[in-house]
């Protein structure tokens, strides 16, 4: 963790130095580790660490023992998101890079857009925070976040956070509500290839792409590999079989309903076919995009990516660290208390125990035993930065 505590105390703090008791870095240390074992409040994270003060003065200073809850809340007020995220995402690609044998960069890297709104942040006079993140899915960390004025929505935002990121080689993919001319712009000016999903919200964009996939097109690109790609899973008492299917010759549309997105090179058809293996019913999913891909299985694995961040972020936000518990009406502490939960979950996601956990059950054994396990967390953590 020295590595980590090194780069925090890089960070800027703007409070006024001869009134200042407790070190930032100090404090942002204390929360990450009261996340990291489920305490979500202030006053929990104050009592998990007066309970473990001696332990805690082996990593940080605590000079003037443990701060009170209300000085935790302005420093992590005070915080600059952007540093903060990208001192903890360095850190993070770093053990992920060590695990993978691979830099960051040399690994694949799929983007997924979306949206959280944290449920426990409103009252009378406010509405609840809305959170707009971008997930690298093939090494599950988050690139970065922005939050979405109440006045607005994810549309205006998500260029602005796309700007914040190096998108070079990637791919992009997000929720038909971002299906957007300046949106496609802002990727491609950026370098990046696209996977958008396409809904009736588009008017005659999305008829002119159902029309390609007729159902006599459909059999006859399953009879060419390069086009078409399909796969089978078998889960609880029913069958899923997902086919996709790519055109790539659509000058018409390009001409015409498409004609305002650039670099628009291909369409995809993802059909999800599910029957129920007791009853025999037979439910038909259909979901429609547009591209600057011409690879089918890349496309394939764009749409199976597309729903990583919702289940493998945002839900465990939730169930693993009870974000939507938290009352937290301060947007900027919400905002920054949000990127350290994302931290943690990444922590949780690259350290392993004798007995396998779920990232839930890790949080509980780790608080559990804490005295103990703390060194071997970090441990895995500092081996991999290295």
């Given amino acids: 963790m020295k590595k ?14 001869w009134k200042v008791k407790h070190l930032l870095c100090d404090i942002v240390i204390i929360v990450m580790l009261a996340v990291l074992t489920g305490h979500n409040d202030f006053e929990e994270m104050v009592i998990f660490a007066e309970a473990r003060i001696d332990i805690l003065k082996k990593y940080i200073k605590l000079e003037n023992g443990i701060p009170h809850k209300d000085t935790i809340k302005r420093v992590i007020a005070i915080l600059d998101p952007n540093e903060l995220n990208f001192i903890f995402y360095r850190w993070l690609a770093e053990i992920v890079s060590v695990k993978s044998k691979k830099t960051i960069s040399e690994l694949d890297r799929i983007i997924a857009f979306d ?9 009378i006079h406010n509405k609840a925070l809305h959170i707009l993140t971008a997930f690298d899915t093939d090494n599950e960390l988050v690139l970065g976040q922005l939050p979405v004025d109440v006045k607005t929505n994810e549309i205006t935002v998500m260029p602005d956070l796309i700007d914040l990121l190096d998108l070079k080689d990637t791919v992009i993919t997000a929720d038909a509500l971002n299906c957007q001319v300046p949106i496609v712009d802002k990727i491609i000016e950026k370098k990046g290839n696209y996977v958008l999903a396409v809904k009736g919200n588009k008017g005659e964009l999305h008829e002119a792409i159902q029309d390609y ?15 078409y790609f399909s ?9 899923e079989k997902r086919e996709y299917f790519l055109i790539n010759k659509i000058d018409y549309l390009k001409k015409n309903q498409g004609k305002e997105y650039q670099k628009l090179h291909s369409i995809g058809l993802c059909k999800k076919t599910i029957t129920n293996i007791n009853t025999g019913e037979i ?3 259909k ?44 947007k900027k502490v919400a905002f920054n208390m949000n ?9 949780l996601k690259n350290v392993e125990f004798k ?30 930065c290295k």
């Fill in 4 to 17: 980590l505590i090194d780069e925090v105390k890089k960070m800027e703090d703007t409070r006024q130095q």
């Fill in 115 to 123: 949206g959280k709104t944290i449920c426990g942040s409103n009252d």
């Fill in 213 to 227: 996939f007729d159902d006599k097109t459909q059999d006859e690109i399953r009879a060419r590999e390069e086009l």
């Fill in 231 to 239: 796969s089978i899973e078998k889960k609880h008492s029913q069958i």
């Fill in 283 to 285: 439910v038909i999913e």
């Fill in 287 to 330: 979901r429609y995009y547009i591209m600057s891909i011409f690879d089918v299985e890349l496309f394939a694995r764009t749409v199976r990516k597309e729903w990583m961040i919702e289940n493998n972020l945002h839900w465990h936000l939730d169930y693993t660290l009870k974000e939507d518990d938290s009352t937290i009406i301060d």
């Fill in 339 to 347: 990127i350290i939960r994302k931290s943690v979950l990444s922590m």
């Fill in 355 to 384: 007995k396998k956990y779920s990232l839930k059950n890790k949080v509980t054994y780790i608080n559990d035993n804490f005295d103990s396990c703390l060194i071997d967390v970090l441990n895995q953590l500092s081996n991999s």
